[in-house]
């Protein structure tokens, strides 16, 4: 089974309106990492959450770490066409090959 | 510093033919690794590397070779190009696996 699932695949919503993105681990999460990738283009780090309760912010976007360690949400507040893309979790289950990916959620934001 | 570079940006094959995709880093990192992205199943790791001269697989390495000879080259090879293969292949560094992964701007193969 899939070892990290992301929610919703894929989501549109209108311009001005707040969106939250799910990312669950079947396993702890040692370190959890957030990704926005643009079409067409490479993968742009956003942020890591690592503690259990952890919470981050930058500009309208927030991530946080429940305190289980099993699950992050990504949520956007009053969102623009800026932040329209594929946003990706990445996770650090202990393995020694790197990061583990979920499949992604598409977002598209209706103007 | 030019972080991940990968090259070429885009490419077509025809089927069984082979090729090389380059990614080159120059932030001294220790760890590289190679994924293909596409569409419904996400990042798969392909191989990975923790250091010059030690390599191993992903979760998909059927159909591809790499090699690390230096701390900041990670080739892809592909020997005999297969449709199944087309997809965009991204390479990423960081310092250790568990780390925060640089990626690299990808490259766009389709196979004929």
């Known amino acids: 089974s899939q070892e990290l699932e992301q929610s919703p695949q894929s989501l549109i919503v209108q311009e001005g309106k707040n969106l939250t993105i799910n990312c669950t681990s079947s396993?702890?999460?040692?370190?959890l990492y957030w990704y926005k990738q643009k079409y067409g283009e490479g993968l742009i780090f956003l942020m890591m959450?690592?503690?259990?309760?952890e919470e981050k912010s930058h500009e309208k976007i927030t991530a946080k770490l429940d305190e289980k360690k099993q699950q992050s949400s990504l949520h956007i507040t009053a969102s623009q066409p800026s932040h329209a893309g594929i946003y990706l979790c990445?996770?650090?289950?202990?393995?020694?090959?790197?990061?583990?990916f979920g499949k992604g959620t598409h977002l598209i934001i209706q103007p | 510093n030019a972080g991940v570079t990968q090259t070429p940006k885009f490419q077509v094959l025809k089927t069984g033919q082979s090729m090389t995709l380059q990614c080159a880093q120059d932030?001294?990192?220790?760890?590289m690794s190679w994924y293909r992205q596409d569409p419904g199943m996400g990042l798969r790791l392909i191989h990975y590397?923790?250091?010059?001269?030690?390599?191993d697989q992903g979760e998909v390495p059927n159909g591809y070779n790499v090699s690390r000879s230096t701390t900041e080259d990670f080739p892809l090879r592909l020997l005999s190009a297969a449709p199944s293969q087309t997809s965009v292949y991204f390479c990423?560094?960081?310092?250790?696996?568990?780390?925060?992964?640089?990626f690299g701007p990808g490259t766009r193969l389709t196979v004929l």
């Open positions: 990423a560094s960081s310092r250790k696996p568990y780390n925060e992964q640089f």
């Open positions: 396993k702890t999460l040692y370190g």
């Open positions: 959450l690592q503690k259990g309760g």
């Open positions: 990445g996770a650090d289950t202990g393995g020694a090959d790197g990061l583990t």
């Open positions: 932030m001294n990192h220790e760890y």
């Open positions: 590397s923790v250091g010059a001269g030690i390599t």
